[in-house]
Structures are given as C-alpha cells and as structure tokens.
C-alpha cells in the first residue's frame, strides 16, 4: 500500500539521520539482522514493532505519521515557468541552489557578493514561488521534498547543457573527489532496462546522503555534481559509415 511504503521510508530516512543501524533495530525488537531487512524489504511490520522502532529514535507513531504527511505537502518539481523564472535570472539561480542546500541567508551573504538588498528580493521571489517560505528575520524554509529534481529536458537543465555541461567535463577527473568512468558495451533491452533501474537507486542514495549531512557546518561540505547517462548513442562519423 502507497501509505506504508511512505511511512516506512519516513521512518528509514529518521532511522539514518540519527545513525542507527539495522544492528540496532535487531536488537531493538530482539531480531537477527536478517530479519530486520526482511522487515523493511517487505514492509510488513506490526504495529507493536513500528511503535518499537519509533522509540528508538524518539518518536511516537503520530509523529512518524505528520512527519510523513509534511513531507508529502512539499514539492518534487517545478513548472516550467518556475524554472524558466529562475534561469532567467543569474543570481536568482544561484540564490536557489543555495537554499535547496540549505544555505542560510547570512551563509550566502557571506560567500557571495550579492547585496543584502538582492538578496532579499531573490528570497522574496523564491518565496513566490514556493520553494521557500521567508520567513522574519530573513529566515529560509525550505517547501520542496527530499527527492526534488528539476524537470526532465527543462529549461535548468538546457541551460546545463548549453552552458554548463563542456565546463563540467573539462575536468581530467584525477582528484580524489572525482570520477569519470565510461562504459562501452551491447546490451539487450532488458539489461538496459535493469543498469537503469540500478543507477536510480544509486541517484536515491544520492539524495539520502544529501539529507544526512544536511545539519553539517557548510565548511564541512562541498558542492558536488553527480550525472548518471546511459543511451543507445554512437559517434556521429561511425553513423555515416553504417549500413
């Protein structure tokens, strides 16, 4: 059912943020770890056991369940006017992908030289725009879900491809923060079809890891871009060549 899928991963998502394991459920309701990811993999718990594993993050059921339901209010995409808003206007962007990392407005005044004024106004527009509610003092809450992502083929990311991407790629991707691995290969539909269900997951833990360093001072966190592709492409010369 929808809703215990959701409440579950609620309650995964409380689970990691607190750093405990699935050792800790285990012994928590005096399970094998076995068990426990049998548990979450079926999601079939009982009442008394939910109730259990909530206490063990300091929750009750009911808390479980409104943090659930906020987080089923917010918002996982934009418009394209939203987004055609926001790449329309520089700092605006840049004001936005600061607050979606949760930047706060003293953090982005003091990385950036925007001024104060500016800055209110794009804070102000966001706002408008319900990413954000502005709130006194200039203080940002944030209304999009964790596994917000911006509109396939949108105008963010065109305008990631035409001015972004050959910046990006530049790179010889030899430090040890960076990766570039390019896979050739020929593969059947349905393996196609099974790597890309694996690079979603990967992209889910992406955005977990995101969430759990969430609360870390910014000095302790870099900005990192991370691109999955797979498509049936060849060179455009070979094309030429082709029978």
Request: aromatic share 8%; net charge neutral.
């Amino acid at each position: 059912m929808p809703q215990i899928a959701s409440l579950i991963k609620t309650l995964k998502k409380e689970l990691k943020a607190q750093g405990k394991t699935y050792l800790d459920i285990a012994q928590c309701l005096d399970l094998s770890e076995a068990s426990v990811k049998r548990l979450f993999a079926e999601e079939s718990f009982s009442l008394q056991r939910l109730e259990a594993v909530c206490h063990l993050v300091g929750m009750e059921i009911t808390d479980l369940v409104q943090k659930m339901s906020s987080e089923q209010r917010r918002i996982s995409q934009l418009t394209k006017e939203q987004e055609q808003e926001i790449v329309a206007d520089l700092i605006l962007m840049l004001v936005t992908v600061c607050v979606i990392n949760g930047f706060s407005y003293d953090d982005i005044i003091k990385r950036y030289t925007i001024k104060e004024t500016e800055c209110i106004q794009k804070l102000a527009a966001l706002d408008r725009l319900k990413l954000i509610e502005l709130l006194p003092n200039n203080r940002i809450k944030l209304l999009i879900a964790p596994n917000f992502s911006w509109l396939p083929n949108g105008p963010i990311q065109k305008f990631f491809r035409e001015k972004v991407e050959k910046e990006f790629f530049s790179s010889t991707f030899s430090k040890d923060s960076e990766n570039l691995i390019v896979l050739n290969g020929l593969l059947s539909k349905a393996s196609n079809a099974h790597f890309q269900k694996k690079m979603q997951r990967l992209a889910n833990e992406f955005t977990e890891l995101v969430q759990a360093d969430f609360g870390l001072p910014h000095d302790q966190r870099d900005g990192v871009s991370v691109i999955l592709a797979i498509r049936e492409w060849q060179y455009s010369f070979y094309e030429g060549v082709r029978r």
